[in-house]
């Protein structure tokens, strides 16, 4: 579970217009926050000098410093480091040793892999911020990332009963759509590849090596599940019905909760929705494709985009928020990839559990898959029955 949350007390800062004020900082180190005195906070304002001395800025309020760099508040920062502190704890890598001849504060060692997700800057440059070597921000990262994808997994799981109600019922109040669960929507995490093993397997539609991540979101953009591993070269169709989450669908076993009767006496079962890449399937509702539509099938479209861009905002939120989704990966692992964009998805739902803010900022201008043109899906068979009845009864 998330942090609870303290209640605030004292005066509120007044807010200012919205956009981030910009300062160098250095000098005198500022007082430090109540809530910062309990733990290790040295590094935080090492970190701040450093970056200052290379020439670069920061917002100038302490709350939005750090989430310029994290991505999350101090207090959320500080319940991620509570998940992973007894692995890094009880099993550290060898040789986390700063250049002062100290070993590293569990709080180091997650700002230094959150940082390095958060920024996709190269080793090297993330190493220099925090005054460690290249080797240490490789042997953190990973030691973060192994223990995060065992231990964060209760915050990316499909849905109870009892919350897939309250999802239903928040996509119908925004939308119109009646029983939608979530929306589906997939991106590439781009990558080279070395040139003596070059592989046309994971060469994409526009000559980039790449690695799918297929996601399905709820209401408020939380992942409740992903795919990932698969080669860019797929289809979205094809890494769909490769995807467990297929296969349960299929088999009846998700998708599978009270089913809705419209006022003509048609059956609305639980489905999702996405684009035009993707087949229309009793459980999965696709635009109507077409230059005349009816009223009633462009009103649907309207209603349908409406709750499927929820699933493209959400990614273009994660790839926003961790850029190193978003940068080229130099030569990843691609055993260890998958992983890493885990753990990054992880990191993008504990931000929504913890009802933490980000900067406005963060997520990306454009589409998460700039430079790719959307696929048509080639319907195999027709499975227009209930998304005819949703039609009409968005009518009634």
Known sequence: MAPVKKSKKGKQKPKDSGKLKIVKYGGAQPPLPPELRSLDTEWWYTFLHKHAESGNTAPSDDGEAFRYFFRTSRRTFDYICSIVREDLISRPPSGLINIEGRLLSVEKQVAIAMRRLASGDSQVSVGAAFGVGQSTVSQVTWRFIESMEERARPHLVWPSPERMEQIKAKFESVSGLPNCCGAIDATHIIMTLPAVKPSEDWCDPVKNYSMFLQTIVDDEMRFIDIVTGWPG??????????????????????????????????????????????????????????????????????????????GTRALSRLKGSWRILN??????????????????????????????????????????????????????????????????????
């Open 233 to 310: 070269s797929m289809t979205f169709s094809r890494l769909l019905k490769c995807s467990g989450f297929f296969k349960l669908c299929e088999a009846g076993k998700r998708l599978d909760g009270p089913v809705k009767v419209s006022s003509e006496n048609g059956e609305i079962r639980e489905f999702i929705v996405g684009n035009i890449c993707y087949p229309l399937l009793p459980w999965l509702m696709t635009p109507y494709e077409g230059e005349s539509l009816s009223a009633p099938m462009a009103s649907f479209n309207v209603k349908q985009k409406a709750a499927r861009m929820l």
């Open 327 to 396: 940068k080229v990966m130099w030569r990843p692992d691609k055993n260890k990839l998958p992983s890493i964009i885990l753990v990054c998805c992880l990191l993008h739902n504990i931000i929504i559990d913890s009802e933490d803010e980000l900067l406005p900022d963060v997520q990306l201008p454009d589409h998460h898959d700039t430079g790719y043109s959307e696929e048509n899906c080639e319907q195999m068979n027709s499975n227009e029955s209930m998304r005819d009845i949703i039609t009409a009864y968005l009518q009634s």
